[in-house]
């Protein structure tokens, strides 16, 4: 038991699967895992262990935005030994060949700061997917039949954001999305030598301002943690 996290030793999984939604967590885990247990509730922050095709597997809230994700994460490396980290979440569209409902697998996730961020100082280290979960992802979205993009998103620290001369600079630079968490959750992956990928639906696009509703967004959820499942154990 942690902090954070109430489970019991032996209650995580090595696998684990990070929505921001604790809510999310508790209806993927009702919907794709077998004998799916509660094993964490405190703060309100879900966490469920079942198994998916025979392998354990854990889907932990993560909340909302680099700082919170990063308690978790911190937490189920250090003191549950989880090994794979999958983030599944939604991200807004940045680039216009990428439309709503499409899934983007995050090669790279750049950001201005991050929790880690004094960590480097001076150094600009670039958080990158582990290749072998990036490849497992784009097979199993292929697989699917998903449209798909691969490569580089921008995890912001704010929600509401006031600096449309840099959201210019990241269509320019050819970035395909926009979330909250992926570059720190890729940072702590590299410092502990896990392994982690942000798996992403498009939810809404702040080119054309189209977004889906709570009840599509629940519906391409499910894409997602089908490839995140498929690539953990690929």
């Keep these: 038991m942690t902090i954070h996290i109430g489970a019991a030793p032996g209650d995580i999984a090595e696998t684990v699967l990070m929505p921001g939604d604790p809510y999310r967590a508790k209806w ?3 919907t794709f895992l077998e004998d799916a247990r509660l094993v964490n509730e405190v703060r309100g922050m879900l966490g469920y262990t079942g198994t998916w095709n025979g392998h354990r597997v854990t889907i932990q ?13 911190n937490e189920l490396i250090r003191d549950y030994g989880a ?34 961020s004094g960590i480097f100082r001076e150094l600009n280290f670039a958080p990158c997917a582990d290749w072998g979960l990036l490849q497992a992802a784009a097979q ?17 620290d704010v929600f509401y954001d006031e600096r449309p001369d840099l959201n210019e600079q990241m269509v320019r630079h050819g970035i395909l999305g926009v979330e909250m968490e ?28 189209e977004a889906l509703s709570s009840d599509q967004r629940e519906r391409s959820f499910g894409d997602m943690a089908e490839i995140a499942l498929e690539a953990a154990f690929s």
Excluded: F
């Design 28 to 30: 993927a885990a009702e």
């Design 182 to 209: 992926a570059a720190e959750l890729y940072t702590l992956a590299a410092r502990h030598g896990c392994r982690a990928l942000a798996v992403l639906t498009v939810s809404d696009h702040l080119g054309t301002g």
């Design 140 to 156: 199993a979205a292929a697989k699917r039949g998903s449209a798909t993009h691969i490569g580089g998103i921008y995890s912001s």
């Design 83 to 116: 090994k794979t980290l999958i983030r599944i979440g939604s991200c807004g569209g940045m680039q216009d060949k990428v439309k709503v409902r499409d899934v983007i697998l995050a090669m790279t996730a750049s950001t201005v700061n991050s929790p880690s």
């Design 61 to 73: 809230g993560s909340g909302m935005g680099m700082p919170s994700l990063s308690i978790y994460a």
